[in-house]
């Protein structure tokens, strides 16, 4: 994958390949601008691959099927800071095409309830909200729809340990149901807890990959260690 063209291009991805199953996790690691968030973009159908194919749910990805059955928690939300948490999650339902009032107040209720957020999301808006209670609601926006396939990019940045391991116990949650995860982090502890497998990205190359109980039991790869405890900045 290749931005922009000429002297400036920058060739951001250099061939990578995976494939991702229900019911699995799959981790994206390594330090900032190695490639993670264009690799979700792509499998998200945002960002066109100036070469090879992304295939998501047996199409190319982007298409209006595969969206519907696709939640993003995106790095940095946008907040619509008039709205409440409620209604915020209520639009995301709307958007996302769930019929019916009675169905939509129960997911969004339920998803609410998911990320820690019934109580608050009623009257305060968006506006007020802290980093942390933006990015949980931003779980529960990816989420109010039951996608199959949630893609979430640094879920657990700005997250203090029990707002982590509440997205965590989510993330659980969805893959006991069949759904698939892809996700980028830089945290060690998430990609612990949430991740199978996962692919180290180093300048746009995968420079390891495999089970995580395997990469963090080898001594061999240090670099694992250190790439997942740089801070993150994006
Ligand atoms: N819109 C863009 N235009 C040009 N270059 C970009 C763009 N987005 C990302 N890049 C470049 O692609 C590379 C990978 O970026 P990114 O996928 O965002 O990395 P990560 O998410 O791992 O930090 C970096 O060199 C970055 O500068
Ligand atoms: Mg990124």
Redesign the pocket.
């Known amino acids: 994958m290749t931005?922009?063209r000429g002297p400036r291009a920058?060739e951001?991805l250099k061939g990578i390949d995976f494939e991702l199953c229900g019911g699995e996790c799959l981790g994206l690691l390594?330090?900032?601008?190695?490639?993670?968030?264009?690799?979700i973009k792509l499998v998200l159908g945002t960002l066109r691959p100036t070469g090879g194919s992304v295939v998501t749910f047996g199409g190319p990805a982007g298409r209006r099927a595969a969206r519907a059955r696709t939640g993003y928690v995106p790095e940095e939300a946008r907040r619509f800071g008039a709205l409440t948490g409620r209604e915020t999650v209520d639009l995301f339902a709307r958007l996302q095409g769930v019929r019916g009032r009675a169905e939509r107040a129960r997911r969004v209720q339920e998803a609410l309830e998911a990320v820690g957020l019934a109580r608050e999301a009623w009257r305060q808006r968006l506006a007020g909200y802290s980093r942390g209670m933006a990015r949980r609601l931003a779980m529960a926006a990816a989420w109010v729809h039951e996608p199959d396939l949630l893609v979430l990019?640094e879920p657990t940045s700005g997250l203090d340990p029990l707002g982590s391991e509440e997205l965590l116990s989510l993330l659980d949650r969805h893959r006991k149901r069949g759904g698939a995860i892809l996700l980028?982090t830089h945290d060690r502890v998430t990609a612990t807890r949430a991740c199978d497998r996962a692919l180290v990205?180093a300048e746009?190359e995968v420079v390891l990959e495999g089970a995580l109980d395997d990469l963090l039991a080898d001594d061999d790869s240090p670099s694992l260690i250190g790439l997942m405890r740089r801070p993150s900045h994006?």
Not at 30 to 39: A, H, M
């Open positions: 931005y922009g920058v951001a390594g330090p900032n601008g190695s490639g993670k968030s264009t690799t990019d980028s990205l746009g994006g």
